[in-house]
């Protein structure tokens, strides 16, 4: 079942196109990597199926419904989760007051005055931390974590919304070898649970080619391959344009 | 160029200008007064200002470089302060006017008018001094490493360029320059010491509105700005005050970083704010006996002690009130006086004018400010750091303008009087118990939001946009709430104070009052819950015995202020709960 369709999409910065005419779709419980050289748009699509930048043409279909052009506040609240390339958290709270606040954001129980926040959604938080493996460090200060941690922290924030579709953006990026494959296998492991469909970014092509169901190559902003690991791994363009490094050597 | 390169809010800048005229006062006196004798004494007060600004940086500014701006604006107001007292002590309280030698009273016939030739020489020497510091910047090394450090201070410090050497020069210029703009002004009025505030917001003002760094922005926006003052006085003579930061206002709405002003470089030194946590069991215990101790007090104490009680209590909830929003809000107010006048105005004119009973214009107090703080608050809250501070600062001027210029209705100058409590609370001990419960109620209930979910969506706010906003988090309208609700809780302080005081006057909108508020926020901590509550009661407590045991408060004022920030940066509530957390762990 289809979550997300993006149709045409297009990107112009000042006159120099980024993202020109690209159409994919995620399905419930799939993993689409986006790969492709530094420059290729990778970003700028995301940043357009979240609402962060308006795109110049082309639509977003979240389960039918055209989103393209929405706030990130809207496309979040119609269950769009997310995590970012520089990891975003709440570091003046603890690891689990920042997902209570993920929680309490999503059930619209922010203007709030009395209750203490600190004993709310508890039991909820609680159980996001656990499914992220973060539940030893609940306590702790979200300024002080470790990277790997903080990225583990931003999946559990971005499911508190209880999303359809997942959106990474270099999900493993500055992490040990050994972090980045728990952290997919992580992923994997609720987006087939969750029925969570996934669309990441991703530069290590290990994790890519060991992790995603379909693959995604983007080029000058447009779309030159599409498939499953050994298709993308055959294609003549994507060889080219990796110049044949050996498409699973990891870096680009 | 101070701030562009120092990022350090400087406001002793007025102090540097009116030491300028001061020091001009005295050495034109001992020089031959003609033409020549008057340019060596005005380039040798600016040298005297050059060495004093270097001083002060090696001394002061050097050491809080890395202190949050706020902080930092305390420290040079504590100088503010000490200067006031010291040139007092030289130069005395009287305003000191230059003889003007004859020359100087020479006009030039322009368009069939007499026009002051020594204006004339002024005209040309803003141009003069842009071109020579235009030269200055672009055509020396000096220069560039100064452009370079304006727009990436971190990338000239990693190429190996001695900061300590480029920042104390700058100061040192910029120093001069101030003493320049003081000894040149000097014939045209007096030195005197109400110098160094006034032309300090106008230099705000001008250098927001032209762009933070912009050198060719701030020479445009002084021109705008002097124009609009010089026909202002013509078209609208009862709103000159108003005109300024109007223009700023609206300059800041339409192009929120000034005209020529870029947004600034990304500072990767971003502080990471603490952690909040709920108050350890002691700290509850202490507050118990505190509040046993408020209740008590009007039993225990004399009545001089008690008003200062009831001052305290208005002090406490009028920081509470900006904390909400500068601390866990993010939204650091240079003109928080604005709401707590809108206050003391509302209640007085509910009574005075409309006759209400005490009970309705209390409450006109929060309701009037807390309405106007949500108008207000649109503009205010999509601006950030300084030129958000800048535009509460020009709101609150406004403020202040209406309320000393609109004498029909506000009494002007002379202020509204005989805003006195009904027979019930008259007794200043009932008043106090009053006060007591409004205030300390009112700040703690601000203060149990900031641990209820609306807290956790501000900081959250504060601590990231970008996440805040990727979990639904409506940003702009937590912000838009906590401005609005601090508004009115300054509100009610400022109502309480107008029946405390039986009156109302502009002071109450003053830059100085502003300035009061912050001051116990920052000296009480800006990232502790319990910080303003300290901040307040010590304030109030040093500045009532100062007024009383001393002449020289001012200086004692300023030297304790600036002290307490080189020793506890994080406030006298930050340090403690820092040493408490040392023990514990």
Same mark, same amino acid.
Request: glycine share 12%; proline share 4%.
């Given at each position: 079942?289809t979550?997300l369709?993006?149709?045409g999409?297009?990107?112009?910065?000042?006159?120099?196109?980024?993202?020109?005419?690209?159409?994919?779709?995620?399905?419930?419980?799939?993993m689409?990597?986006?790969?492709?050289?530094?420059?290729?748009?990778?970003?700028?699509?995301?940043?357009?199926?979240?609402?962060q930048?308006?795109?110049d043409?082309?639509?977003?279909?979240?389960?039918?419904?055209?989103?393209?052009?929405?706030?990130?506040?809207?496309?979040?609240?119609?269950?769009?989760?997310?995590t970012?390339?520089?990891?975003?958290?709440?570091?003046?709270?603890?690891?689990?007051?920042?997902?209570?606040t993920?929680?309490?954001?999503?059930?619209?129980?922010?203007?709030?005055?009395?209750?203490?926040?600190?004993?709310?959604?508890?039991?909820?938080?609680?159980?996001?931390?656990?499914?992220v493996?973060?539940?030893?460090?609940?306590?702790?200060?979200?300024?002080?974590?470790?990277?790997?941690?903080?990225?583990r922290?931003?999946?559990?924030?971005?499911?508190a919304?209880?999303?359809?579709?997942?959106?990474?953006d270099?999900?493993?990026?500055?992490?040990?070898?050994?972090?980045?494959?728990?952290?997919?296998?992580?992923?994997r492991k609720l987006?087939?649970e969750?029925?969570?469909?996934?669309?990441?970014?991703?530069?290590?092509?290990?994790i890519?080619?060991?992790?995603?169901?379909?693959?995604?190559?983007?080029?000058?902003?447009?779309l030159?391959a599409?498939?499953?690991?050994?298709?993308?791994?055959?294609?003549?363009r994507?060889?080219?344009?990796?110049l044949?490094?050996?498409a699973t050597?990891?870096?680009? | 160029?101070?701030?562009?390169?120092?990022?350090?809010?400087?406001?002793?800048?007025g102090?540097?200008?009116?030491?300028?005229?001061?020091?001009?006062?005295?050495v034109?006196?001992?020089?031959?007064?003609?033409?020549?004798g008057?340019a060596?004494?005005?380039?040798?007060?600016?040298?005297?200002?050059a060495?004093?600004?270097?001083?002060?940086?090696?001394?002061?500014?050097?050491?809080?470089?890395?202190?949050?701006?706020l902080?930092?604006l305390?420290?040079?107001?504590?100088?503010?302060?000490?200067?006031q007292?010291i040139?007092?002590?030289?130069?005395?309280?009287?305003?000191?006017?230059?003889a003007r030698?004859?020359?100087?009273?020479?006009?030039?016939m322009?368009?069939?008018?007499?026009?002051p030739?020594?204006?004339?020489?002024?005209?040309?020497?803003?141009p003069?001094?842009?071109?020579?510091l235009?030269?200055?910047?672009?055509?020396?090394?000096?220069?560039?490493?100064?452009?370079?450090?304006?727009?990436?201070?971190?990338?000239?410090?990693?190429?190996?360029?001695?900061?300590?050497?480029?920042?104390?020069?700058v100061?040192?210029?910029?120093?001069?320059?101030?003493?320049?703009?003081?000894?040149?002004?000097?014939?045209?009025?007096t030195?005197n010491l109400?110098?160094?505030?006034?032309?300090?917001?106008?230099?705000?003002?001008?250098?927001?509105?032209?762009?933070?760094g912009?050198?060719?922005?701030?020479?445009?926006?002084?021109v705008?700005?002097?124009?609009?003052?010089?026909?202002?006085?013509?078209?609208?003579?009862?709103?000159?005050l108003?005109i300024?930061?109007?223009v700023?206002?609206?300059t800041?709405?339409?192009?929120?970083?000034?005209?020529?002003?870029?947004?600034?470089?990304?500072?990767?030194?971003?502080?990471?704010?603490?952690?909040?946590?709920?108050?350890?069991?002691?700290?509850?215990?202490?507050?118990?006996?505190?509040?046993?101790?408020?209740?008590?007090?009007p039993?225990?104490?004399g009545?001089?002690?008690?008003?200062v009680?009831?001052?305290?209590?208005?002090?406490?909830?009028?920081?509470?009130?900006?904390?909400?929003?500068?601390?866990?809000?993010g939204?650091?107010?240079?003109?928080?006086?604005?709401?707590?006048? !809108?206050?003391?105005? $509302? #209640?007085? @004119?509910?009574t005075?004018? /409309?006759? +209400? %009973? &005490?009970?309705?214009? =209390?409450? *006109?107090?929060?309701?009037?400010?807390?309405?106007?703080?949500?108008a207000?608050?649109?503009f205010?809250v999509?601006l950030?750091?300084?030129?958000?501070?800048m535009?509460?600062?020009?709101?609150?001027?406004?403020?202040?303008?209406?309320?000393?210029?609109?004498s029909?209705?506000?009494?002007?100058d002379?202020?509204?009087l005989?805003?006195?409590?009904?027979?019930?609370f008259a007794d200043?001990?009932?008043?106090?118990w009053?006060?007591?419960? !409004?205030?300390?109620? $009112? #700040?703690? @209930?601000?203060r149990?939001? /900031?641990? +209820? %979910? &609306?807290?956790?969506? =501000?900081? *959250?706010?504060?601590?990231?946009?970008?996440?805040?906003?990727?979990?639904?988090?409506?940003?702009?309208?937590v912000?838009?709430?906590?401005?609005?609700l601090?508004?009115?809780?300054?509100?009610?302080?400022?109502?309480?104070?107008?029946?405390s005081?039986?009156?109302?006057?502009?002071?109450?909108?003053?830059?100085?009052?502003?300035?009061?508020?912050?001051?116990?926020?920052?000296?009480?901590?800006?990232?502790t819950?319990s910080?303003?509550?300290?901040?307040?009661?010590?304030?109030?407590?040093?500045?009532?015995t /100062?007024?009383?045991?001393?002449d020289w408060?001012?200086?004692?004022?300023?030297?304790?202020?600036?002290?307490?920030?080189?020793a506890?940066?994080?406030?006298?509530a930050?340090?403690?709960?820092?040493?408490?957390r040392?023990?514990?762990?």
């Amino acid at each position: 079942m289809t979550v997300l369709a993006a149709d045409g999409l297009q990107k112009t910065f000042r006159g120099v196109p980024a993202v020109r005419g690209v159409s994919f779709a995620v399905a419930a419980g799939e993993m689409l990597a986006l790969i492709g050289p530094n420059g290729a748009g990778k970003s700028t699509c995301f940043n357009m199926l979240n609402g962060q930048l308006r795109p110049d043409g082309g639509r977003v279909r979240l389960d039918g419904k055209n989103i393209a052009g929405l706030p990130p506040r809207q496309v979040c609240r119609l269950g769009i989760g997310r995590t970012f390339q520089i990891t975003a958290t709440f570091s003046s709270m603890t690891v689990r007051e920042n997902v209570q606040t993920a929680l309490l954001s999503h059930h619209r129980e922010i203007f709030r005055f009395w209750r203490a926040a600190r004993d709310q959604r508890v039991v909820e938080a609680d159980a996001l931390l656990h499914q992220v493996g973060m539940s030893t460090q609940a306590e702790r200060a979200a300024g002080v974590l470790a990277y790997g941690d903080l990225k583990r922290l931003e999946l559990a924030m971005a499911l508190a919304g209880n999303p359809r579709l997942l959106l990474m953006d270099e999900p493993t990026a500055g992490m040990a070898p050994a972090e980045r494959s728990a952290l997919m296998a992580l992923t994997r492991k609720l987006a087939t649970e969750r029925q969570l469909a996934v669309l990441f970014t991703e530069h290590d092509m290990d994790i890519v080619f060991g992790v995603a169901d379909r693959i995604l190559v983007l080029h000058h902003g447009e779309l030159i391959a599409e498939g499953d690991a050994s298709t993308v791994r055959a294609d003549a363009r994507v060889r080219e344009v990796y110049l044949g490094s050996g498409a699973t050597s990891g870096g680009h | 160029m101070i701030f562009g390169v120092t990022r350090v809010v400087n406001f002793s800048h007025g102090s540097l200008y009116m030491i300028g005229a001061y020091v001009a006062w005295t050495v034109l006196g001992h020089l031959p007064r003609d033409p020549f004798g008057f340019a060596i004494g005005v380039a040798a007060t600016a040298l005297v200002l050059a060495v004093l600004g270097a001083a002060l940086e090696i001394a002061l500014l050097r050491r809080i470089y890395r202190a949050p701006e706020l902080l930092q604006l305390l420290a040079t107001f504590g100088v503010v302060l000490m200067v006031q007292d010291i040139a007092q002590a030289i130069w005395g309280a009287d305003d000191l006017p230059l003889a003007r030698p004859h020359w100087m009273r020479a006009f030039v016939m322009l368009g069939g008018e007499r026009f002051p030739a020594y204006d004339l020489l002024l005209i040309a020497a803003g141009p003069l001094v842009l071109g020579v510091l235009w030269l200055l910047l672009h055509r020396t090394r000096w220069g560039t490493l100064v452009r370079a450090a304006t727009s990436d201070r971190e990338m000239v410090a990693a190429l190996g360029v001695d900061q300590r050497i480029l920042f104390t020069s700058v100061f040192a210029l910029g120093a001069g320059l101030a003493g320049l703009g003081g000894a040149l002004a000097l014939p045209d009025g007096t030195a005197n010491l109400q110098l160094d505030l006034s032309v300090i917001t106008d230099a705000f003002v001008i250098v927001v509105v032209g762009g933070l760094g912009s050198l060719s922005g701030a020479y445009l926006a002084s021109v705008l700005i002097g124009i609009l003052q010089a026909f202002g006085v013509v078209v609208l003579p009862k709103a000159t005050l108003i005109i300024v930061f109007a223009v700023m206002a609206a300059t800041l709405v339409v192009r929120p970083y000034g005209l020529l002003g870029r947004p600034g470089a990304v500072s990767r030194e971003a502080e990471v704010p603490p952690l909040v946590q709920p108050a350890p069991a002691a700290l509850r215990w202490a507050a118990g006996l505190l509040l046993a101790l408020l209740i008590l007090a009007p039993l225990l104490v004399g009545p001089f002690a008690l008003s200062v009680l009831t001052e305290a209590m208005i002090a406490l909830l009028f920081a509470a009130s900006l904390h909400f929003m500068m601390g866990p809000g993010g939204m650091p107010s240079f003109g928080h006086a604005a709401w707590f006048g !809108l206050g003391a105005y $509302g #209640a007085a @004119l509910a009574t005075t004018v /409309l006759g +209400a %009973p &005490f009970p309705v214009a =209390l409450l *006109a107090a929060p309701a009037a400010a807390g309405a106007v703080a949500a108008a207000f608050g649109l503009f205010v809250v999509r601006l950030s750091g300084v030129y958000l501070a800048m535009l509460t600062l020009a709101f609150a001027q406004i403020v202040w303008a209406i309320a000393f210029q609109w004498s029909g209705i506000t009494g002007g100058d002379n202020g509204i009087l005989s805003v006195w409590p009904p027979e019930a609370f008259a007794d200043p001990r009932t008043f106090y118990w009053l006060a007591l419960a !409004l205030c300390m109620g $009112g #700040a703690l @209930l601000l203060r149990r939001a /900031l641990y +209820a %979910p &609306f807290g956790y969506g =501000l900081r *959250a706010s504060r601590d990231s946009a970008l996440r805040a906003e990727a979990i639904g988090l409506a940003t702009g309208r937590v912000r838009l709430a906590a401005f609005a609700l601090a508004g009115a809780a300054a509100g009610l302080a400022g109502g309480l104070a107008a029946f405390s005081k039986g009156s109302v006057f502009p002071t109450y909108v003053s830059i100085g009052h502003s300035v009061d508020a912050l001051l116990m926020v920052l000296l009480g901590g800006v990232q502790t819950i319990s910080g303003p509550i300290v901040g307040a009661l010590v304030y109030t407590g040093l500045y009532d015995t /100062l007024l009383q045991a001393t002449d020289w408060w001012r200086l004692v004022l300023g030297a304790a202020i600036v002290a307490l920030v080189l020793a506890f940066p994080e406030g006298i509530a930050g340090a403690a709960q820092r040493a408490w957390r040392g023990r514990a762990a």
